[in-house]
Nanobody
Framework: QVQLVESGGGLVQAGGSLRLSCAAS????????MGWYRQAPGKQRELVAR???????DYADSVKGRFTISRDNAKNTVYLQMNSLKPEDTAVYYC???????????????WGQGTQVTVSS
C-alpha cells in the first residue's frame, strides 16, 4: 500500500507563513503528479497547487504569487510554502499523489489524511 502523511499545519495570523510537507511511503515504483487540495467548512474540495514529476506547476488563481509548490523526488515528498496568508485560506489541506506501485501498474491517486490550517484576522 501507499501512505501519504502531511505535516506543518497550524494556527497563524494573517500575513504570516506556513510550510506544509507531505511524505509518501510504502510500495512505490514511480510517483507522477503530486498536489495540494483544500476544503473549507461547507465548501467543496478545491485544487490549490499541483506539480508534475518534471517540475511543471499549476496554481489556483487565489494563491498565485503567494504559495509555492515543490517536491523532492529522492524523498517522495511534496511541499507547499504558503506566504501572505489570508483568513480565507483557512481549510483542511490534503495532499495527493498519482502513484504506480509496480513497473507495469497504471497510477492510482492516493490521499493524505489532511492537516488543518487556520489563519486568524
Amino acid at each position: 500500500q501507499v501512505q501519504l502523511v502531511e505535516s506543518g499545519g497550524g494556527l497563524v495570523q494573517a500575513g504570516g507563513s506556513l510550510r506544509l510537507s507531505c511524505a509518501a511511503s510504502g510500495t512505490i515504483f514511480r510517483i507522477n503528479a503530486m498536489g495540494w487540495y483544500r476544503q473549507a467548512p461547507g465548501k467543496q474540495r478545491e485544487l490549490v497547487a499541483r506539480i508534475t514529476s518534471g517540475g511543471n506547476t499549476d496554481y489556483a488563481d487565489s494563491v498565485k504569487g503567494r504559495f509555492t509548490i515543490s517536491r523532492d523526488n529522492a524523498k517522495n515528498t511534496v511541499y507547499l510554502q504558503m506566504n501572505s496568508l489570508k483568513p480565507e485560506d483557512t481549510a483542511v489541506y490534503y495532499c495527493n499523489a498519482d502513484v504506480s506501485r509496480y513497473i507495469l501498474e497504471r497510477p492510482s491517486t492516493y490521499w493524505g489524511q489532511g492537516t488543518q490550517v487556520t489563519v486568524s484576522s
